[in-house]
């Protein structure tokens, strides 16, 4: 069996990789001595890419929002039996979850790694949807959007996404509106199945103890699909303006609760993106990190608390930083952010703070791959980013202030938007 072997010293991790005649990718990691196991099986498919065109084709198809994680939820039921049941007899630890631009199923397990890898590998391929099962779906998944319509915590960042973001459908929720998944039927949900569950646009990981010509031969023998060709996704054009530069709502919270973002509108790819996302992700730790000026002012005069985080989020197309939390007063609380990321801007982080900041955030991605979930979910963004598991070292080994400090000012003199929530 032909594979690829790719090692890094620097991690003492080696990445085994296999081409499946079908297109398919896997990717795996050995670790010897782990009692824990996982495997993910994961399409480049996600709540955004609802406009598409398919092979064969020259029109457009345009479908429901919601509807590939209306599908995350469908797969797990098969004709004979729930598959979490079926997991669960099996001593695993089964899930899904569908992102902006992913859907993957995964489970986690220390015995019968290899049953509930075929396992994970036959359901994948083989939806089972009914007239019924639909319908009876749609019930399920509109109590998920009732709850979440009043989960603060959810609302504060999609209520943020909805000021940042004109036309993309980031802004739009994942599992769609009580509308959007009324107009979901069975015919919809092959298409978009059929669509973009399909070899080359998916790919496997997995990181156990076992040789890899095991996994590989067992991923040859699960896999049955053919390959239908590249699906070419479409998105609508999103200006740099903001949609609006603030949102309140008020809900049932004891204090109020705020998201403040910025809009990265420089669009970036493979592993530009990847330097891109580690460049934002040392600015943002610098500006309002625990160890920094501004978190512990806005911390001593107990404008934040616990709750404050800071987040990058920058994929293919689309990309914002979000921070926030609770905070007795939103709007000084922003303000003060608001003038510490001018200052931030203009003034760079300084060469000093560079590399302890480099050094913190390369030491947590790789303290990170003491956990096999998440080596295999790092593989599977990687390669659907373009890039690889080893590519986030080197990231942090090319960067350099300069370049840090050019990002910041591209993305921090944007203009921020804010995001309240308020009690009722």
């Not at 990002?407 to 921020?416: I, K, Y």
Request: glycine residues 6%; aromatic residues 12%.
């Amino acid at each position: 069996m032909n594979y690829l072997t790719t090692t890094s010293e620097r991690l003492n991790e080696t990445i085994y990789e296999y081409d499946h005649p079908a297109g398919l990718k896997v990717f795996y990691v050995r670790k010897p001595g782990y009692n824990k196991k996982t495997a993910m099986f994961g399409t480049n498919y996600g709540s955004t890419d609802n406009v598409f065109k398919v092979p064969g084709r020259d029109d457009e198809i345009v479908v429901p929002d919601g509807i590939a994680h209306f599908l995350e939820h469908k797969l797990f039921e098969q004709e004979d039996g729930n598959m979490l049941d079926k997991f669960s007899r099996l001593g695993a630890s089964p899930n899904a979850f569908t992102s902006f631009n992913q859907t993957v199923y995964f489970f986690s397990c220390t015995d019968l790694f290899e049953e509930n890898f075929r396992m994970l590998l036959d359901y994948v391929q083989n939806p089972w949807l009914t007239d019924e099962n639909v319908e009876k779906e749609k019930g399920i998944i509109g109590q998920e959007i009732m709850m979440y319509q009043d989960n603060a915590d959810w609302r504060v960042f999609f209520n943020l996404l909805d000021c940042l973001y004109v036309n993309h459908p980031v802004k739009l929720e994942i599992a769609g509106s009580l509308e959007s998944i009324s107009k979901i039927n069975k015919e919809l949900l092959y298409d978009c199945y059929n669509t973009f569950y399909t070899p080359s646009n998916m790919v496997v990981t997995a990181v156990a103890d076992l040789e890899p010509e095991k996994v590989f031969s067992i991923t040859d023998n699960m896999i049955k699909f053919k390959d239908k060709g590249k699906v070419e996704k479409r998105y609508p054009d999103e200006p740099e303006k903001l949609n609006r530069e603030y949102k309140e709502q008020r809900l049932a919270v004891s204090m109020p609760l705020f998201n403040m973002g910025i809009k990265d509108n420089v669009k970036a790819e493979g592993y530009e993106l990847l330097k891109r996302r580690a460049a934002l992700s040392v600015v943002l730790y610098h500006a309002m990190g625990r160890s920094s000026e501004l978190y512990e002012k806005l911390y001593s005069e107990r404008l934040i608390n616990d709750s404050f985080r800071c987040e990058v989020s920058l994929n293919t197309g689309y990309g914002y930083l979000v921070w926030g939390g609770q905070s007795p007063d939103p709007e000084k609380t922003a303000s003060i952010i608001s003038e510490t990321l001018k200052k931030t801007a203009s003034e760079g982080i300084g060469e000093e703070a560079f590399n302890r900041i480099r050094r913190s955030q390369e030491g947590l991605f790789i303290r990170s791959l003491n956990s096999v979930e998440n080596i295999a979910r790092e593989m599977l963004d990687s390669y659907f980013i373009g890039t690889g598991l080893f590519d986030e070292v080197k990231v942090f080994e090319e960067l350099d202030a300069g370049y840090v400090d050019k990002v910041a000012r591209e993305v921090l003199d944007n203009p921020s938007a804010l995001s309240v929530i308020k009690p009722l």
